[in-house]
C-alpha cells in the first residue's frame, strides 16, 4: 500500500479480495513469474484496464499450460491478457512517488522477476525464507537460480517477502541463500519445499 493507491505482487487473489484488504485503488499488478498460482486472476485485473507488469517471456507462460504448470495440477489452463507492460531487467517505475525496482532472476521459471520497493525485496518463487523454489518444472534452469540467488545474496533490502510461506529478513538469508548455492552447485537439483 503506498499513500493514495496500492499495487499488487502476482494475481493470486482476486480483485475481491484485494479490495476486502484495501480501499485504495489498484494502480498496477506486478507478476513474478507465469506459473498459474501466481496468475491466477490475471485476466480479472486485465478486464479493468490495470497495468500489468511482467518479464516478456511471460507470454511462453501464459499461453501454454505445461509451461504454467497448470496441467501438471490437473486444471490446464491458458491465459489471455491485454495490458501486458514488458519490463527489463534493473528498469525502474515510479508509482505514487514510489519506485518499484525490475530485478530478472530466472531459474525456478524463464520470466522470473523480482522487485524491489522501499527496501523490500518481492522474490516470488525464487527464493523463500528457508528454500528456494523447484528447479524442475518445463522453463527451469539450475545453473540460472544459482546465478539469480547470488544476485539477490548481494542485493540491499531488509524484508523478504515470498511467493510462499512466512516473511524473512535480509539477515536470515545470509545464511539460507549459501546454503541452498552450494546444494545446487553439487546436486543439480533441488527438492520442492512446500
Avoid at 501464459?62 to 491478457?81: I, R, Y
Amino acid at each position: 500500500e503506498f499513500e493514495n493507491c496500492c499495487v499488487v505482487i502476482d494475481a493470486g487473489c482476486s480483485v475481491k479480495k484485494i479490495k476486502s484488504i484495501t480501499k485504495k485503488p489498484i494502480k498496477a499488478v506486478f507478476i513474478t513469474h507465469g506459473h498459474f498460482d501466481h496468475i491466477l486472476y490475471i485476466e480479472e485485473y486485465d478486464k479493468l484496464n490495470i497495468p500489468i507488469y511482467a518479464n516478456k517471456h511471460i507470454l511462453e507462460l501464459l499461453e501454454d499450460d505445461t509451461k504454467n504448470a497448470s496441467l501438471m495440477f490437473g486444471c490446464g489452463k491458458t491465459f489471455k491478457v491485454k495490458n501486458l507492460n514488458f519490463v527489463s531487467d534493473n528498469q525502474e517505475i515510479e508509482i505514487d512517488g514510489y519506485i518499484i525496482k525490475c530485478l530478472y532472476t530466472p531459474g525456478h521459471s524463464v520470466d522470473s522477476m523480482s522487485f524491489i520497493i522501499d527496501n523490500n525485496l518481492f522474490s516470488g518463487d525464487t527464493l523463500f525464507s528457508v528454500a528456494v523454489g523447484r528447479d524442475d518444472l518445463p522453463t527451469s534452469k539450475t545453473k540460472e537460480l544459482i546465478k539469480s540467488l547470488k544476485r539477490i545474496l548481494n542485493l540491499d533490502y531488509i524484508s523478504l517477502y515470498t511467493g510462499h510461506g512466512r516473511p524473512s529478513e535480509k539477515c536470515e538469508q545470509k545464511t539460507n541463500i549459501p546454503k541452498w548455492i552450494d546444494y545446487l552447485s553439487r546436486k543439480g537439483e533441488l527438492k520442492w519445499v512446500k
